[in-house]
């Protein structure tokens, strides 16, 4: 007995002893860690905007040093989407004063960037050691930037010449910029283009999913015959004359698109446009073209009606009416010009479309075209009524325009296929243009790599360094080349990189703060410059998309020979208005 109450007693006392020195050990440990350094701040780029996905490494005496980042420990983090950093690092009691610590920040078409450190740097709250830290990088002009500036101007001029469909030159493209990035950008950093996650961010899906959502909506209410019927009322009111009949569809479509977005206008109107082209025997391009130019220049008159002026109003806090007043009128003067420049253009193809018996023509139509279920499309406008009440307001909901528009389509979509007055597949599948969303993703694709690459923020700094600090320079130099940028590229992203810059200028130049002319440069720029090519805005592909579904397709030099004439004319109808008045 005597023996076990030794052993027991033995066996406790070696165990105490055990966790006594694991206590110890760990308690010297972690006296002997001593300090903790959190480093934090954000990366920006010349333009001070935000530096996604930038390597940042800690260096200690030049060699990397572990740390800690959301409680992992690497040599290694990322910058977030919007260019920030945080970490965390362990140094020994008095380390930090022989040691030279450096942040090492790099990123491909950077250069890199050494930040150093000293105590001095650092809040001290007891073992804890706080700075706040922000770098700027500036760009440089390495293999990634050419190989994704030749291969965007290969696609395009794909695209241009009708070498192949635009959207398998799409996708071409954009799959080439990441297969290069994870080959030959694994084995040499330098050739790193676009990750791609950053590639799917690219994707802009506000504008995927509210096309998609207009798409059922319009394929819903096809079954209505609302189409042919507006077909009739637009010949009845034009009394058979098919240039009135043009100048009425433009007009409506540009006051339309300056309350919705252009794209829904055109969602809408081009299927009206084609029903009465048909009735008359001419080509539909012949009303499509002028009213997708109509769009686009009705949307420049307010904040909500092109995605440039969103971004502008966004980025400035210019209000709903600073863009009516400082717009609308140059814009009503924009689409006097499109009326006068539409009938010399279109004038011979607008006389093969004359009718002999026009009462009779009009009572034909009237026959013909009549509403085929007034049900289906009572639903329909109540549904559109309340898509187009929250796109007028969504910025007192603070949400963005795709979703009312999928709302609408669900509701709608769901009423007739209860309903049995539209049949599920046939509206997805003929209806919804796939080849349209899907080029608009993968040009997307193929224009964040660009921006990533440093092309857009190189004609940027063009701009700045040319326009020196003189007012008329600078207005003529943001106009001019947000046009004809724009009548090429998306201008979405274009605009984004040209908002510092713009912002830079209204603040340095004398007098540009005034009356905030700069920023009307860039939205009539942006907004215009789009009508220059098939490809330069939302509303021209949607449309020229509808109408190749259904039999009548357009070149692009075709489309180009058309409305970039008339682009060059409206931008230098703004360009003598913002001299004259501001």
Known sequence: MKRKILLILGLVLVLSSFLFSVNLSSASEEKAVGDTFFISGTIVDSHKEPVKEAKVKVLLNGEPHKMIVEHKEGEETETSSHGTYQLELKLLPGQIDASKIQLEISKTSYKKTHVDFSKENFAQKGQNFYSVK????????????????????????????????????????????????????????????????????????????????????????????????????????????????????????????????????????????????????????????????????????????????????????????????????????AMIALVIYNNFFYRKAYAKAKVEDVDGFIAFLKEEYKITDKTLLGYGFFVMALVVSFFITHGFWHMEVSIPALFGAGLLFTYAILTKKVKMLELIEKDIEWTTLLFFMFLFVIVGAVEEAGLLAVIADWVLNVSQGNLVAAICMILWVSAIMSAFIDNIPFTATMLPITAYLTKVI???????????????????????????????????????????RIKFFAFMKYAFAYMLISVAICNVWLLLFY
């Open 134 to 333: 922000d770098v700027s990088m500036s760009r440089v002009l390495g293999p990634a930037f050419w190989i994704a500036s030749v291969v965007f101007l290969i696609i395009y001029a794909l695209i241009s010449f009708e070498l192949l469909h635009r959207t398998v030159a799409a996708m071409i493209g954009a799959a080439l910029m990441l297969i290069i990035t994870y080959t030959f950008g694994t084995l040499n950093p330098d050739f790193h283009i676009i990750s791609y996650e950053r590639a799917i961010s690219a994707i802009d899906m506000n504008v995927i999913f509210l096309l998609m959502g207009m798409m059922i909506i319009v394929g819903v209410l096809k079954h209505t015959g609302v189409f042919q019927w507006c077909a009739y009322m637009s010949y009845k009111l034009a009394k058979g004359n098919v240039a009135v009949l043009a100048v009425i569809s433009c007009f409506f479509i540009a006051i339309t698109s300056a309350f919705l977005d252009n794209v829904t206008t055109m969602l809408l109107y081009t299927p009206v446009l084609i029903e009465i082209a048909l009735a008359l025997k001419i080509s539909p391009l012949t009303l499509l073209i002028p009213g997708v130019m109509a769009s686009n220049v009705g949307g420049t008159a307010t904040l909500i009606g092109d995605p440039p002026n969103i971004m502008i109003g966004s980025y400035t806090g210019l209000t709903f009416m600073q863009f009516v007043y400082n717009l609308t009128l140059v814009c009503i003067i």
């Open 510 to 552: 004398p007098g540009a703060a005034d009356d905030n002319v700069l920023w009307w440069a860039l939205s009539l720029g942006a907004c215009l410059g789009g009508n220059g090519t098939m490809i330069g805005a939302s509303a021209n592909v949607v449309t020229m998309g509808i109408a190749e579904a259904a039999g009548h």
